[in-house]
């Protein structure tokens, strides 16, 4: 179970947890978003008619009586380099660890090795590849016990595609035709080529992105109003709105624009987007040896730059280990009056990882839960504050390896969720 919560359009948290069953036998079980029910003759997964498996019917997390199905990771970031482990338990009906069982895999999107045999343990693995598609991919395992089979599910949640809308302008005159680039990144940041976009208040409805992920049309409009330009690929989407005037306002900052790229960048020490504004004249004319100043809400970026022939003042925006968006301002001082552009660099893929140091405990049991934090790039990162829910402690502190350790119990036969939050 893990996700991202937000603070306001700045902060974000990242938000990791398990589920704790506990069996009738007095006994509780730790494990990943697993839900304790018995499957019975008809178990909970797809059917096979003779034309495929069929996944309409698939669940997110099933346990059946002689199967229990784990992912590590349940979150990769959408690409073709996410890689989760598939752990696969197979037991008879008194519990006991069944050896040499074959067990089969099969996904809904992204590849997952076909198929491997229980160890001593009874434990079977296999690897899923991820796919540059926001989605959730749907995990099916299943094995011959006895003379009938057992399946269970799980799925892994793909995320972190993005679609960025820029247009050359954001405001222009009546009947001009408008540049727009639509950008497609995977959850790495990777453009991704090939892409079939979708398309909403352009001259093209659809398109395919380029080597580069980048697709280009034009927005036109022959009356006054705000054109709203929309994209979606691969389950993101993204839209920028461009105004369309009779004649120009000069209140509005049409005459300095603001990029970044790229406008996602992994959430680690030193990485960094590059920054780029365009100041124009009110004739559209790129105007030279003007200081444009830039701020950013968090991390740190060169204060200032002035524009080169092309109208052009760059900065460099360096971001930090923590989930968030930073909000980028670009600035330019004329007479009395302040012409002012934004864009946002989104930071992501800090890693919160829980482990409990066993997978059965009896009732009032304390089990010791190891909780790792790392960046986006897999460090450690030391001295995080640590918010948890269901443990025994409200809070904790990442030691220098990155590292807190809390305790669970139960007295009781429920299932028991925790989980952790920080960054």
């Known amino acids: 179970m893990a996700k991202v919560q937000g603070h306001g359009n700045s902060r974000l948290k990242r938000l990791i947890g398990f589920c704790i069953p506990i069996a009738a036998f007095a006994v509780f079980l730790l494990s990943c978003n697993v839900t304790d029910r018995d499957l019975g003759d008809a178990p909970i997964g797809p059917s096979n008619t003779g034309g495929g498996l069929d996944t309409t019917s698939w ?47 099969a996904a809904s999107l992204g590849t997952v090795t076909a198929s491997d045999t229980t160890d001593a343990e009874g434990a079977a693995t296999a690897v899923f590849s991820g796919v540059p598609r926001n989605a959730d991919a749907r995990i099916l395992a299943f094995a011959n016990v006895g003379d009938s089979t057992a399946v269970v599910g799980t799925s892994v949640h793909l995320e972190g595609m993005t679609v960025t809308v820029t247009p050359l302008s954001m405001d222009t005159l009546i009947d001009a035709a408008v540049p727009v680039t639509v950008t497609v990144r995977d959850g790495d940041g990777e453009a991704v080529a090939a892409a079939t976009v979708k398309l909403q208040g352009a001259s093209a409805s659809e398109g395919v992105t380029d080597g580069s992920g980048s697709f280009k049309t034009t927005v036109k409009s022959g009356t006054e109003t705000s054109a709203k330009v929309s994209a979606t690929a691969l389950g993101a989407s993204g839209s920028a709105n461009i105004g369309f005037w009779k004649t120009p306002f000069f209140s509005r900052s049409r005459t300095l624009l603001l990029f970044a790229d790229p406008p996602r960048i992994a959430a680690a020490n030193g990485e960094i987007a590059h920054i780029k504004a365009i100041l124009y004249d009110d004739s559209h004319n790129p105007v030279a040896g003007k200081r444009v100043t830039f701020s950013a809400s968090q991390g740190l970026i060169t204060p200032s730059d002035t524009t080169d022939e092309s109208g052009v003042a760059e900065a460099v925006f360096q971001g930090f280990a923590q989930n968030a968006d930073a909000l980028i301002t670009a600035s330019y001082v004329q007479g009395d009056s302040t012409r002012i552009a934004t864009t946002s660099v989104t930071l992501a893929g800090v890693q919160i990882e829980m482990k409990p140091v066993k997978d059965e405990a009896l009732l009032n049991d304390t089990v010791p839960v190891a909780i790792h934090v790392r960046d986006a790039q897999g460090r450690a990162l030391p001295d995080v504050q640590l918010t948890l829910k269901g443990a025994l402690q409200s809070s904790l502190r990442t030691n220098p390896s990155g590292t807190a350790t809390a305790t669970v119990a139960s007295s009781t036969l429920q299932t028991v969720s925790v989980s952790a939050s920080a960054l």
């Open 59 to 105: 669940m997110r997390d099933s346990v059946s009586r002689n199967m229990r199905l784990f992912a590590t990771p349940q979150t990769l970031k959408a690409g073709n380099k996410g890689r989760s482990t598939l752990t696969v338990l197979v037991f008879d009906d008194n519990h006991n660890p069944l050896r040499g069982r074959l067990v089969r895999f």
